[in-house]
């Protein structure tokens, strides 16, 4: 009798490389589930190609399962450029749809440097081991599709609420007490990132940090302004733990980051709310790499690894970054300078499957 458990899993291909590496990820998440449970996938049409059938990127009724029937959603890269709405914006990406539509209010993106994934920086990526966390329904993303204007100036308004601030920041702490502390120090510790010298929304978004701080006494509390972060995860990495700030900032500073690291192929992304949360890679759709068999299913494969532990598969999940990691330490995975991976993305996933049970 066959008593493992089983999961729902809603799968989002999407667009460019995103099938797949999508097929990349299930195949590791396949690897690392077996003997322990069961996975039960349903693919969901969504993304550019989709708007371009029917008009819309994702429907209400994907929407709507995607909120009440997975137990997660592991979704590849979305978006192709010349895909656009008549108002000039990207129409096949969904971070407005979903993120919303599931209030999934925190961004998390894990920034980890692994042995010979390779970095611009000159001690490498040794010592980078921190989170991003990013609001993802607030800010200046919640003008998406409102900004009002003509054809001499537009505006975009920002907006930030007591209750989203708090539950991102409070997200953040609880966070930082399920790691170890920064790589210099050890030192739990939780930087807000803002530009509370220059606007208000800022400076309230600081003021609700500061109350939600107090009642974290083991957690360091730390300041940065936005423009200081990006030079210090440049030139300081192993002083970061967490990071929280607004969506903006969070989508800005998460890319220079991810350069730090090998690149946005390197890095995966959580979508987290109370109901419902769905997995993804930080990196777009890459439609000039699609059908070559050279993409980076790294941040893929890690996304899958975050929806793992998410469900509370944490043996799995640490067995698929453990892989990742042993494959580009060896070189059995190694990336060209552009990003591609040499040998080609069904051979890297070979490479990590292997690892799987070593």
Known sequence: MNSARTYDIGLVPGDGVGPEVV????????????????????????????????????????????????????????????????????????????????????????????????????????GIDYVIVRENTEGLYLSRGLGVGNDRAVSDQLMMTRQGIERIVRFAFELARQRGGAPADGVRRVTCVDKSNVLRSYAFFRSVFDEVAAEYPDVERDYRYADAAGHDLITEPGHFDVLVMENFLGDVLSDVAAAT?????????????????????????????????????AAQILAAALMAEHLGEHRAAARMRAAVESAFADEAIRLLPSGAVEGGLRAATRAVVDRIGA
């Open 23 to 126: 097929d990349s990820a299930v195949a590791v998440l396949r690897a690392a589930a077996a003997g322990s449970f069961e996975l039960r996938l349903t693919t969901e049409d969504a993304g550019a190609n989709t708007y371009r059938r029917t008009g819309t990127a994702m429907d209400e009724d994907t929407v709507s399962r995607i909120r009440s029937r997975y137990d997660g959603v592991l979704k590849g890269p979305v978006g192709l450029p010349e895909v656009r709405h008549p108002d000039g914006t990207e129409a096949g990406v969904l971070g407005g749809i979903l993120r919303s539509g599931l209030d999934a209010y925190a961004n998390v993106r894990p920034v980890r440097g692994l042995p010979g994934a390779g970095s611009p920086l000159r001690d490498g990526a040794a």
């Open 261 to 297: 690291v090998g690149g946005l192929g390197m890095c995966p992304a959580g979508n987290v709310g109370r109901a419902a949360a769905y997995f993804e890679p930080v990196h777009g759709s890459a439609p000039d790499l699609a059908g070559t068999d050279r993409a980076n299913p």
